[in-house]
C-alpha cells in the first residue's frame, strides 16, 4: 500500500480524482440537480489545477479558492495560461455554496453547460502538461 503522504504528491492520483469528478458532473440525469453538478466541476477543475502545482515540486495551499490556484500557476511555474484556463475562477463559487441548499439553487442550464466546459478544459490542459 502506498504511503498516505506519497499518494498526497502524485500527480496522478489528483488527475484521476479530477477526471472522476468531471465523469460525475457529466451525469445529467433524471433527479440529480445542476448545483451537484457544478460542484463537481468545480472540484474537477480544483484537483488538476492542484496536480500541475504537484507535478511541479510546489507545494499547494487548502484551498478552494480558483484565483489563488490559478495565481499561483501563473508565478510558479512557467507555463503558458489558455484562454480558456483563465476561466477557472468563474468556478470558485459552486464550490462551497452549491454543496447545501440556499443561494445558489436555479442554476441554469447553460451556467452548468459553462462550468462543465471550462473544467473540462483545465482537465484537459494539465493532463497534456503532466503527460510531457
Known amino acids: 500500500m502506498v504511503e ?3 499518494r498526497h504528491n502524485e500527480p496522478g492520483a489528483w488527475l484521476r480524482r479530477a477526471k472522476s469528478n468531471l465523469s460525475l458532473a457529466k451525469s445529467n440525469q433524471e433527479g440529480v440537480v445542476l448545483e451537484d453538478l457544478c460542484f463537481e466541476a ?11 502545482l504537484i507535478d511541479r515540486g510546489l507545494d499547494y495551499p487548502r484551498t478552494h479558492d480558483l484565483a489563488e490556484l490559478l495565481t499561483l500557476i501563473k508565478e510558479e511555474t512557467n507555463e503558458e495560461i489558455p484562454k480558456t ?12 455554496a452549491a454543496r447545501d441548499p440556499g443561494p445558489l439553487e436555479g442554476v441554469t442550464e447553460e451556467e452548468y453547460r459553462d ?3 471550462i473544467a473540462e478544459n483545465m482537465v484537459q490542459w494539465v493532463q497534456r502538461i503532466v503527460d510531457k
Open 85 to 96: 484556463i483563465e476561466q477557472i475562477p468563474r468556478l470558485t463559487r459552486f464550490a462551497v
Open 42 to 52: 468545480q472540484q474537477a477543475a480544483e484537483k488538476a489545477a492542484k496536480a500541475l
Open 4 to 6: 498516505e503522504e506519497q
Open 115 to 117: 462550468a462543465l466546459e
